[in-house]
């Protein structure tokens, strides 16, 4: 079993910053890769990173690419996703998820059945 809770949304202006953090409990946190997922208002839910068990590989979806940074630290259990340079498009909840079935080098996961626990969700509100 893993808990996740995830914390840092809030609202803040377009070309502004914010910074997401996942709290994950229960099973080893650097046995098993993380992702961040978000879903905006009357669409599904969709990929926004992952990362490998120790933080060696990435993988973003190409709509954030070179605006989002998701790390680990493993010692404090948590996984983060510092965004930058927000859009109004950006804005959604985001949710961090755990995915116990990949390998320890493997960030590559973008579906969401692929992934085994969910924590519930923070909003983030980008104004325009």
């Known amino acids: 079993q893993v808990q996740l809770v995830e914390s840092g949304g809030g609202l803040v202006q377009a070309g502004g910053s914010l910074r997401l953090s996942c709290a994950a409990s229960?099973?080893?946190?650097?046995?098993?890769?993380m992702g961040w997922f978000r879903q905006a208002p009357g669409k599904e839910r969709e990929f926004v990173a992952a990362?490998?068990?120790?933080?060696?590989?990435?993988y973003y979806a190409d709509s954030v690419k070179g605006r989002f940074t998701i790390s680990r630290d493993n010692a404090k259990n948590t996984v983060y996703l510092q965004m930058n340079s927000l859009k109004s498009e950006d804005t959604a909840v985001y949710y961090c998820?755990?995915?116990?079935?990949?390998?320890?080098?493997?960030?590559?996961?973008?579906?969401?059945?692929?992934?085994?626990?969910w924590g519930q969700g923070t909003q983030v509100t980008v104004s325009s």
């Open positions: 229960g099973r080893t946190f650097s046995s098993y890769a």
């Open positions: 998820a755990a995915d116990l079935k990949s390998g320890p080098r493997s960030s590559s996961r973008i579906y969401v059945d692929e992934y085994d626990y």
């Open positions: 990362i490998s068990w120790r933080g060696g590989s990435t």
